[in-house]
């Protein structure tokens, strides 16, 4: 039975039979272990150096002939202890690469896009939450300053967050957008008065913008309140809002 047992341990036939063979005597010459295992001297010698590195049985080279040497058979944990020295390793290993891989400088060009929906309940919350968040990714990203096109229904429909934002607002984060000239848009502009809301009005009914789509930072903001349900999808994409805030640069250069 210790067979099977010594197999999954590691242990071949004859690796067994030599271990067996030293662990009866405790300490006796190769050429006995080669006598009662029937395996060749020279084999049996091989075998002995590959159990002792595995420290397994000794190798006692102080008189001639050597002899091996098992003293207990409590010497097989000596194979946990191995394993477990291997493991340690391999964790300071893991470790280190991880540390190392840290400074590896990640790729400008790509990102991998996170994207939450809110619906009416949740984003009118959500407006407020995550307000925060939205502004310290402007400063990280030194892009200070919302882009995009607004329609005029987000007033109508959440005055008192349009309103309110500039009192609660970083005085470093402006406002570059495109809306409709309506009488509840250029009210609230009257009403807000703060020299960070920069907006230009599309004069033609035919341009009237029917959603809001918002840039700051690295953030993607997709408001529909022109019609009910209302909701809000937020796409967190380092690149996508990189190429909507130049899009809407160039196009507030050229109005």
């Not at 619906?119 to 009118?124: A, L, P, V």
């Given at each position: 039975?210790?067979?099977?047992?010594?197999?999954?341990?590691?242990?071949?036939?004859?690796?067994?039979?030599?271990?067996?063979?030293?662990?009866?005597?405790?300490?006796?010459?190769?050429?006995?272990?080669?006598?009662?295992?029937?395996?060749?001297?020279?084999?049996?010698?091989?075998?002995?150096?590959?159990?002792?590195?595995?420290?397994?049985?000794?190798?006692?080279?102080?008189?001639?002939?050597?002899?091996?040497?098992?003293?207990?058979?409590?010497?097989?944990?000596?194979?946990?202890?191995?394993?477990?020295?291997?493991?340690?390793?391999?964790?300071?290993?893991?470790?280190?690469?991880?540390?190392?891989?840290?400074?590896?400088?990640?790729?400008?060009?790509?990102?991998?896009?996170?994207?939450?929906?809110?619906?009416?309940?949740?984003?009118?919350?959500?407006?407020?939450?995550?307000?925060?968040?939205?502004?310290?990714?402007?400063?990280?990203?030194?892009?200070?300053?919302?882009?995009?096109?607004?329609?005029?229904?987000?007033?109508?429909?959440?005055?008192?967050?349009?309103i309110d934002y500039y009192q609660v607002a970083s005085k470093d984060i402006s406002t570059h957008l495109f809306t409709n000239s309506k009488k509840v848009e250029k009210d609230a502009d009257r009403k807000i008065s703060d020299?960070?809301?920069?907006?230009?009005?599309?004069?033609?009914?035919?341009?009237?913008?029917?959603?809001?789509?918002?840039?700051?930072?690295?953030?993607?903001?997709?408001?529909?309140?022109?019609?009910?349900?209302?909701?809000?999808?937020?796409?967190?994409?380092?690149?996508?809002?990189?190429?909507?805030?130049?899009?809407?640069?160039?196009?507030?250069?050229?109005?």
């Amino acid at each position: 039975m210790y067979q099977e047992a010594l197999k999954k341990l590691g242990f071949d036939e004859k690796e067994i039979a030599v271990f067996i063979a030293v662990l009866e005597r405790g300490r006796v010459a190769p050429a006995i272990v080669a006598k009662i295992t029937g395996i060749n001297r020279s084999t049996v010698y091989s075998i002995a150096k590959v159990l002792a590195e595995r420290g397994i049985l000794r190798i006692d080279t102080t008189n001639e002939p050597a002899f091996l040497v098992i003293e207990s058979s409590e010497i097989l944990n000596s194979l946990i202890l191995r394993e477990e020295r291997k493991l340690q390793e391999k964790k300071s290993l893991v470790k280190d690469v991880i540390k190392q891989l840290e400074n590896v400088p990640r790729s400008k060009h790509y990102s991998v896009p996170k994207v939450k929906f809110y619906d009416e309940k949740e984003m009118r919350d959500a407006l407020h939450t995550r307000l925060q968040v939205w502004v310290e990714s402007a400063i990280n990203t030194k892009e200070p300053s919302w882009w995009g096109f607004q329609d005029v229904s987000m007033i109508e429909n959440f005055p008192e967050w349009v309103i309110d934002y500039y009192q609660v607002a970083s005085k470093d984060i402006s406002t570059h957008l495109f809306t409709n000239s309506k009488k509840v848009e250029k009210d609230a502009d009257r009403k807000i008065s703060d020299e960070r809301r920069m907006m230009k009005y599309l004069e033609k009914e035919s341009h009237e913008f029917t959603a809001t789509q918002v840039v700051l930072g690295d953030y993607v903001m997709l408001v529909m309140t022109s019609e009910k349900p209302f909701y809000m999808i937020e796409i967190h994409d380092r690149v996508m809002a990189h190429n909507l805030r130049e899009v809407f640069k160039l196009m507030w250069g050229k109005f």
